[in-house]
C-alpha cells in the first residue's frame, strides 16, 4: 500500500504537467501554419497537439511549476500565451495571403481560381500560400515552433500571465510588421500596375478612339503571370526569412 500511496501523487503531478503543456501546445498547433489550416480535420490537429505534448514535457518539466495560484488561473495564462504564439505564426500566413490579394487586385488576376480554397483568393495568392506552407515544412519549421514553445518557459514561466499592455503594443507591431511584409513582397506587381495604367492613360489621349482596355487586359495578365514565374522564389525566399526569424525570436522586434 506504501508503493502504490506514492505512484498515485506521482501520477497525478505527472498528469497535470503534461496538461499544462498541452494547454500551451494546442492553441499554437491550432493555428499553426499548415497543420492549423482550415483544411486539417480536427482529429489530426489533437492527435499532433498530444504528440508535441509528449515530446516537450520531458525536456521542460524541470521549469514547470504545476502548484500555481489557483488551477482557473494557470489554465487561463498557459492557453494565453499558447494564443499569443499561434497568431504571431498566423499573422505570416495572413501577410502572404494579403501580398497575393494585393498582387491580383494589380495585375487583374483576381478572379482566377478565387474560389479554390477555403478562404476566397486569387489565384496568385492560393500559389503562394502554398507554396509558402510547403516550404515552411520543407525547412523544419514545425521543429523549430517546438523548440520556440520549450524556450517560452524561460520567458513566461508557467502562471505567469503577459501583461495587458505590452501585449497590445507588441501585437500592433506584428499586424504592421506584417503588412509592410505584404506591400514588400507585392511591390513590383504594384509598380508594375501603376507603369501599365499611365501607358493605358498615354494611349487613351493619343488614340481616344481606339479601345485601349481591350487591348491591355491580355497585356497585364501576361505579365502578371511572367512576374510570378520569375519571383515567386524570392518572394518565398523573404517570407521564410521573416517567418524564421520570428520563430527564433518571437518577442523581439519585428524581421
Known amino acids: 500500500m506504501t508503493g502504490a500511496d506514492d505512484i498515485v501523487p506521482f501520477a497525478q503531478d505527472m498528469l497535470w504537467s503534461y496538461t499544462l503543456v498541452f494547454l500551451r501546445v494546442g492553441p499554437v498547433i491550432s493555428l499553426f501554419p499548415g497543420f492549423g489550416e482550415s483544411t486539417v ?4 490537429k489533437l ?3 498530444l504528440a508535441v505534448t509528449a515530446i516537450l514535457t520531458p525536456a521542460i518539466l524541470p521549469q514547470l511549476s504545476p502548484a500555481g495560484p489557483s488551477i482557473l488561473a494557470l489554465i487561463i495564462s498557459e492557453t494565453a500565451i499558447g494564443l499569443v504564439l ?3 505564426l498566423r499573422v505570416f500566413v495572413l501577410a502572404l495571403q494579403t501580398a497575393g490579394t494585393i498582387a491580383g487586385q494589380a495585375t487583374s488576376l483576381a478572379q482566377i481560381l478565387g474560389s479554390a480554397g477555403v478562404t476566397p483568393l486569387p489565384a496568385i495568392g492560393h500559389i503562394l500560400v502554398l507554396g509558402g506552407l510547403a516550404l515552411a515544412m520543407m525547412t523544419g519549421l514545425h521543429v523549430q515552433a517546438a523548440r520556440m514553445i520549450a524556450l517560452s518557459y524561460g520567458l513566461f514561466p508557467t502562471g505567469d500571465l503577459p501583461r495587458a499592455g505590452a501585449l497590445a503594443d507588441w501585437g500592433m507591431r ?3 510588421s506584417a503588412f509592410a511584409l ?6 513590383p506587381f504594384l509598380i508594375v ?3 501599365y495604367n499611365l501607358t493605358l492613360g498615354i494611349i487613351n489621349r493619343a488614340m481616344p478612339q ?3 482596355v481591350f487591348v491591355g487586359a491580355p497585356v497585364i495578365t501576361a505579365i502578371g ?3 510570378l514565374l520569375m519571383l515567386a522564389p524570392t518572394i518565398l525566399g523573404i517570407w521564410i526569412s521573416a517567418l524564421q526569424g520570428f520563430v527564433i525570436n518571437p518577442f523581439g522586434p519585428p524581421q
Open 41 to 44: 480535420p480536427m482529429r489530426i
Open 47 to 49: 492527435a499532433l497537439a
Open 86 to 88: 499561434g497568431i504571431g
Open 174 to 176: 506584428q499586424v504592421a
Open 182 to 187: 505584404a506591400v514588400t513582397l507585392a511591390a
Open 193 to 195: 500596375s501603376v507603369l
Open 210 to 212: 481606339m479601345m485601349v
Open 225 to 227: 503571370i511572367v512576374l
